[in-house]
């Protein structure tokens, strides 16, 4: 049955993680990719749509939408942008007057810690996993193999493949709880399907 915007934006607001994951997986590419196109910079795309999809679902219970979500999802990407846009422009002119040196050396140091503790701790909670689920995850998230490619060579059904895919997903949430919300989607961030 197809859901209309209405139900899927009273599925949000009511919590409903599996409705806010269809959601996420059928735009998010897309987003990233409109994001790209007026900020020219693929990271800064990608980490701009994540943010308004932890926006949206931490602001869930208040979400009023007046135009299709789809409307509703690129204004927000596009908006989002045009004030990083802004943003770079003054932190450009604040880095002639402080200088590149100091700032960038800071900034990368502190980035770097962050994301060697993170990756230290999203290594561990995969190893976590069950021996399956642990292959399963792995081959889609590190080696980009879609569902039916897994199922194809492990002799699987695509259905276990995406329970499989569901229960790491679950595993890794309760593991890294700690860091959310800002990795509260890591397992569906890191390549989609």
């Given at each position: 049955?197809?859901?209309?915007?209405?139900?899927?934006?009273?599925?949000?607001r009511?919590?409903?993680?599996?409705?806010?994951?269809?959601v996420?997986?059928?735009?998010?590419?897309?987003?990233?990719?409109?994001a790209?196109?007026?900020l020219?910079?693929?990271?800064?795309?990608?980490?701009?749509?994540?943010g308004?999809?932890?926006?949206?679902?931490?602001?869930?219970?208040?979400?009023?939408?007046?135009?299709?979500?789809?409307?509703?999802?690129?204004?927000?990407?596009?908006?989002?942008?045009?004030?990083?846009?802004?943003?770079?422009?003054?932190?450009?002119?604040y880095?002639?007057?402080v200088g590149?040196?100091?700032?960038?050396n800071?900034?990368?140091?502190?980035?770097?810690?962050?994301?060697a503790?993170?990756?230290?701790?999203?290594?561990?909670?995969?190893?976590?996993?069950?021996?399956?689920c642990?292959?399963?995850?792995?081959?889609?998230?590190?080696e980009?193999?879609?569902?039916?490619?897994?199922?194809?060579?492990l002799?699987?059904?695509?259905?276990?493949?995406?329970?499989?895919?569901g229960?790491?997903?679950?595993?890794?949430?309760?593991?890294?709880?700690?860091?959310?919300p800002?990795i509260?989607?890591?397992?569906?961030?890191?390549?989609?399907?």
């Amino acid at each position: 049955m197809q859901l209309t915007d209405t139900d899927i934006l009273e599925a949000i607001r009511q919590g409903n993680e599996r409705v806010f994951e269809v959601v996420f997986r059928k735009y998010y590419q897309a987003l990233c990719n409109y994001a790209f196109g007026l900020l020219k910079d693929m990271d800064d795309a990608e980490e701009i749509v994540q943010g308004m999809f932890l926006k949206v679902w931490d602001q869930r219970q208040d979400l009023e939408i007046t135009v299709s979500l789809k409307s509703y999802l690129y204004r927000a990407v596009h908006n989002t942008c045009l004030n990083r846009i802004k943003h770079l422009k003054i932190q450009d002119t604040y880095r002639q007057h402080v200088g590149d040196f100091m700032e960038n050396n800071h900034v990368s140091a502190t980035d770097e810690l962050y994301k060697a503790e993170l990756e230290a701790r999203i290594a561990e909670a995969i190893e976590k996993l069950p021996e399956q689920c642990r292959l399963i995850f792995r081959m889609s998230r590190f080696e980009e193999l879609k569902y039916q490619e897994i199922a194809n060579e492990l002799q699987l059904s695509v259905k276990t493949v995406e329970n499989q895919i569901g229960k790491a997903l679950k595993i890794l949430r309760q593991e890294l709880a700690e860091y959310l919300p800002s990795i509260l989607w890591l397992g569906l961030l890191l390549f989609h399907h």
